[in-house]
């Protein structure tokens, strides 16, 4: 009979709750595990919604989230905030996502008891510690604190490798927000939205915008928004979905530029399940989030991202997504190539994603059984990533 161990999984944001989502599941349905879901809520009404999608109850909710927090706020409060459940729970391992403050924060408390520290979405890297800003920095010192490194692709476990990290303790998995995304997108979806279901998605080439990068804020931000209103004006049949975040520095920019432009549909912030069916219903995709660069080529849809480097950079090599950074021209002309010359356009939409095929989350239960001894073998890796 196998023992069994307690493990607690520890998310504060959307993305990363989209991302842990299967991965919940998967390892509560394990006898031999118990799981047990800690969110600082950082990001607090976008993560209830994954919540609320994925039916996941967490144990502990530190629900530390307020308005207009810093850094050294989240970073605090959260510290403490996690301390406490640690000290209770004693778990075998704590699991982190990716690279959020909580990620960080989370792989901080559980060195501080020494307690080993799981990281899914490991070893990506942008090569510019403020570019994305925190997010590369959390990311590689959560690197320096975690024990088992699991990376979604052969590149990411390059770079962990390059780093000096122990290859026996490095899994190459695929990423789970493509069992995520798998599971959430219907062919016959009908949006909670009256104003996305009046859209004739038909006739209409859809380009979803997504913008909240804080380097992106204020002129770089401008210069987006002037060549998506340049591509609105000169393309009668495209029509442009932005999910505005609510920060108010990118809600005030967006009304000044776009908010007079009928086919421009300034809407709020989805949720995740009516998000990725309408990535599944788009033409293609504008942004300068990390986690859409993975998401939307696994849906067959081109990614130009608004920002000058990327730590996805297989999807690059892949061909599913440009780096168009935030110069007004060259988004212009980057769009425009791919709304007039289909051969460009399918060659980005059918190019392979490098990022998953739906089965990450078992592997990492895998490897969690090999790594505890209950299998001899370690898990197969995952080979479709570059």
């Not at 739906?358 to 197969?380: C, D, M, N, T, V």
């Amino acid at each position: 009979m196998k023992d069994t161990r307690k493990i607690i999984t520890i998310f504060g944001t959307r993305p990363e709750a989209i991302k842990m989502a299967p991965l919940v599941q998967i390892l509560q349905d394990d006898p031999q595990i118990d799981c047990k879901v800690a969110v600082t809520a950082q990001h607090r009404e976008m993560l209830d919604q994954v919540l609320n999608l994925f039916q996941i109850i967490p144990d502990y909710d530190l629900d530390i989230m307020r308005a207009g927090q810093s850094l050294f706020e989240i970073t605090s409060r959260a510290l403490l905030g996690l301390q406490q459940i640690l000290l209770k729970e004693k778990p075998d391992l704590v699991l982190v996502h990716g690279d959020t403050s909580t990620t960080f924060v989370g792989a901080l408390a559980a060195y501080y008891q020494q307690i080993p520290v799981g990281h899914v979405e490991a070893g990506l890297r942008s090569g510019n510690k403020y570019a994305p800003f925190p997010e590369e920095i959390n990311r590689r010192l959560t690197g320096v604190l975690g024990d088992l490194h699991f990376a979604p692709t052969k590149t990411a476990a390059e770079n962990l490798l390059r780093e000096g990290h122990d290859p026996e303790n490095i899994f190459i998995t695929g990423n789970t927000v493509i069992d995520a995304l798998l599971n959430t997108v219907k062919k016959n979806y009908r949006f909670p939205s009256a104003t996305l279901n009046s859209i004739d998605f038909q006739t209409r080439r859809v380009l979803v915008l997504t913008t909240h990068r804080r380097e992106n804020l204020g002129e770089p931000m401008q210069h987006i928004y002037l060549a998506i209103k340049e591509l609105v004006q000169e393309f009668p049949d495209i029509m442009v979905v932005f999910p505005v975040h609510k920060n108010p520095a990118v809600r005030q920019v967006a009304q000044k530029f776009l908010g007079d432009l009928e086919r421009v549909k300034l809407i709020e912030p989805l949720d995740y399940e009516p998000f990725a069916n309408l990535m599944n219903k788009a033409y293609l995709v504008l942004t300068d989030s990390g986690g859409l660069q993975e998401e939307a080529p696994s849906l067959g849809k081109p990614v130009l991202v608004l920002r000058d480097n990327t730590e996805r950079p297989e999807a690059v090599a892949a061909g599913t997504v440009k780096l168009v950074g935030t110069d007004k021209e060259r988004i212009y002309q980057e769009t425009k190539q791919l709304l007039t010359d289909n051969n460009a356009y399918n060659r980005m939409a059918h190019a392979v994603n490098p990022y998953g095929d739906g089965q990450a989350s078992r592997r990492i239960r895998e490897a969690l059984h090999y790594f505890w001894g209950w299998q001899k073998e370690k898990p197969e890796y995952y080979c479709g990533g570059a």
